[in-house]
């Protein structure tokens, strides 16, 4: 199974799109011994709190996992990226749209979040089949209400995997400042538990038909990767908790695991660039989180809360030898549907990721 997200941290190379020198890139952060928060920063892990409320993202769609086209300046708006309180002049913060304008924020701050495409053209952008991303009320909204389409029902290339959703990403640094969507570098080590909670309604779904069917799902995804004292990646990390499966799709069927029924797919033999990586999605209507129905279309919305500190510990294995959750960077947080040949639109709203 391809993820896009996955692609970090080159991610944050491939959305810019100015032709300008080579980032001059900070060398990773070291080891920390301290379990303890910054003591200005409060449990709101993200720049953009309070559920998103300010217009500083970028789009970025990638064709497939190699290759990516210019944002879209529809999908593309940094115009209140200064408000956050974010760190300015921030390379990369000046982007070239596929229509050839430039945008950046006025400080030249970078954007709080990513609205990310896998599998489409940009040309599929705002069509059906295609892909789309609405701001549901106008920005006076608030926080920021999205409406995120995708639509491969009628496509070719029933293969080809296909995803829309918000990215949420951190650029491991030695001065371990937030320089992304993350207020500072946190560790995983920092926290007993990181919460997030989110307002959520499936709108719409289509299978191809019975026969053809292949999974369709909506998921949250959190990354972290452990880095030893030398500032060397050892391990990437990706837990996701499925808080919509319409088809009740199971990727993991292995008897012989005593959580066979709580694993929608699991993959802990990959290894990119010489990192090892340990990734799994969990059906979350099967973890006893007190999961909402949001598998059935629906005009209310409901609230998704859950700690993935549990779910961690549980699912994923212990840190690598020598190493401890408080080497463990966190580096991303994602929300997005994925399909490869049906239909799926849902709405989201009040998002927040919070560390206690």
Known sequence: MK???LLLPL???MISCENQNELDEESINQKTNTNLRTNNIDNNLLWNDNGITKRSYIHVNHLNMLTHEKPLQQLSDL?????LG???HIWPFKYECSNGNYISSLNESSPSFILITEGYDNINYGKYPGFDIWVQGGWSQNPIDFKIFNNAKALGNKNQLREVGLV?????????KGNHSFKEQFYLGNFNSVFTSFKVKLDDYY???NIEIRPTYITADFRFTYYNSEGVAVRSDVIGVLFSNPYNYDFYKNPNDVNHDKIFWKDFDSVIDNVPLKRILLDGKMLNINLPNNSIVSSIFNNVNFDYMPLIKKFLPSPPNGLTYNDAVIIGFDIYSSTRDGDVTFSIKDIRLLGN
Do not use: A
């Open 3 to 5: 993820k896009i997200l």
């Open 86 to 88: 974010m760190p300015t």
């Open 207 to 209: 299978p191809k038909s």
């Open 168 to 176: 949420f990403s951190h650029w491991p640094n030695n001065e371990k």
């Open 11 to 13: 991610l944050i190379l």
């Open 79 to 83: 115009s209140e990226g200064d408000n």
